[in-house]
């Protein structure tokens, strides 16, 4: 039985994982943030089985309440940069997989080029919060979450950090010029 944790606060790539398992895989869903977590429970009551692959816990990526060598596969989307010790985090994830078990992180980057990075930069700065003022009422939201891309170190820094959690193999893919990007390392 294949078993993952994903740190997904409304479990979207939850659901999707749980899907392509089958019966016999097992997802765990874990996030620090109980009121999300259970916003997720909520909407897995739709998946019928599926629903029972799954379990819900609160957690702390920086200090995980799992056994060494728990999981087959460590997943997690648009959260790490909100962690307030990343190094501690990954070697959680290092610590709670099983060998040749897979790291995977979905996050927000540093676009690459220059051209693209400047407007990039001036759509980020100068349209994002008042849009979150006009559609949520919620400008400092979403200043912080310009302001936390910016901070999330390079695509390379993070390439780095990975690699001395422990992890091997270690890569990662720009997607949207690296508005985002995949990072992705095994623990052999």
Same mark, same amino acid.
């Given at each position: 039985?294949?078993?993952?944790?994903?740190?997904?606060?409304?479990?979207?790539?939850?659901?999707?994982?749980?899907?392509?398992? $089958?019966?016999?895989?097992? !997802?765990?869903?874990?996030?620090?943030?109980?009121?999300?977590?259970?916003?997720?429970?909520?909407?897995?009551?739709?998946?019928?089985?599926?629903?029972?692959?799954?379990?819900?816990?609160?957690?702390?990526?920086?200090?995980? *309440?799992?056994? *060494?060598?728990?999981?087959?596969?460590?997943?997690?989307?648009? $959260?790490?940069?909100? !962690?307030?010790?990343?190094?501690?985090?990954?070697?959680?994830?290092?610590? !709670?997989?099983?060998?040749?078990?897979?790291?995977m992180c979905l996050e927000f980057s540093h676009v690459e080029n220059p051209v693209i990075e400047q407007l990039y930069s001036f759509y980020s700065f100068q349209?994002?919060?008042?849009?979150?003022?006009?559609?949520?009422?919620?400008? *400092?939201?979403?200043?912080?979450? !310009?302001?936390?891309?910016?901070?999330?170190?390079?695509?390379?820094?993070?390439?780095?950090?990975?690699?001395?959690? $422990?992890?091997?193999?270690?890569?990662?893919?720009?997607?949207?010029?690296?508005?985002?990007?995949?990072?992705?390392?095994?623990?052999?």
């Amino acid at each position: 039985q294949l078993h993952y944790i994903l740190f997904s606060i409304s479990g979207d790539i939850a659901f999707r994982v749980a899907d392509k398992l $089958g019966p016999s895989g097992h !997802v765990t869903v874990c996030d620090i943030n109980a009121s999300m977590l259970e916003v997720g429970k909520k909407r897995s009551r739709t998946l019928g089985e599926k629903q029972h692959q799954m379990s819900w816990t609160v957690g702390d990526a920086q200090n995980l *309440d799992f056994k *060494d060598d728990s999981f087959d596969a460590y997943t997690i989307a648009f $959260g790490i940069r909100n !962690v307030v010790d990343i190094n501690q985090a990954l070697k959680e994830a290092f610590r !709670v997989l099983k060998p040749g078990g897979r790291f995977m992180c979905l996050e927000f980057s540093h676009v690459e080029n220059p051209v693209i990075e400047q407007l990039y930069s001036f759509y980020s700065f100068q349209c994002i919060p008042p849009m979150g003022k006009v559609l949520a009422g919620d400008w *400092d939201s979403y200043q912080y979450l !310009v302001e936390s891309i910016r901070r999330f170190p390079p695509q390379q820094d993070f390439e780095e950090m990975i690699k001395n959690a $422990g992890f091997s193999c270690v890569t990662y893919d720009n997607l949207s010029f690296g508005v985002a990007a995949i990072h992705s390392g095994f623990k052999l």
